[in-house]
Nanobody, 125 residues
Framework: QMQLVESGGGLVQAGGSLRLSCAAS????????MGWFRQAPGQEREFVTA????????FYLDSVKGRFTISRDNPKNTVYLQMNSLKPEHTAVYYC??????????????????WGQGTQDTVSS
């Protein structure tokens, strides 16, 4: 089992920034692609961004390109999500997730094996 623990969420005003962290344990972190997903009230969980096991490639939901940045520190077993210029529509519970690198890289929720408990991010107008 891999345990994922998110931190860094909270309340921020529109235009502000948040940096989420996700600390992994229990499995070899570098063997997993890592993703961030979000779920707003009444909405399905959706892909936001992901990074390959090596950190060489990143992928973003079109609407967050240029605003959000994913990164990882393999020696620290941590993945990060830097979110800038936040808007109220970015309000959601944000989850980090892990997918084994031996599987094809995917943006699908079902492709990710391990999930964190989520962190609430609220952007006020």
């Amino acid at each position: 089992q891999m345990q994922l623990v998110e931190s860094g969420g909270g309340l921020v005003q529109a235009g502000g920034s948040l940096r989420l962290s996700c600390a992994a344990s229990g499995r070899t972190f570098r063997n997993y692609h890592m993703g961030w997903f979000r779920q707003a009230p009444g909405q399905e969980r959706e892909f936001v961004t992901a990074i390959t096991w090596s950190g060489d490639s990143t992928f973003y939901l079109d609407s967050v390109k240029g605003r959000f940045t994913i990164s990882r520190d393999n020696p620290k077993n941590t993945v990060y999500l830097q979110m800038n210029s936040l808007k109220p529509e970015h309000t959601a519970v944000y989850y980090c997730a892990a997918a084994y690198y031996g599987s094809p890289f995917s943006q699908r929720v079902t492709s990710y094996e391990y999930w964190g408990q989520g962190t609430q991010d609220t952007v006020s107008s």
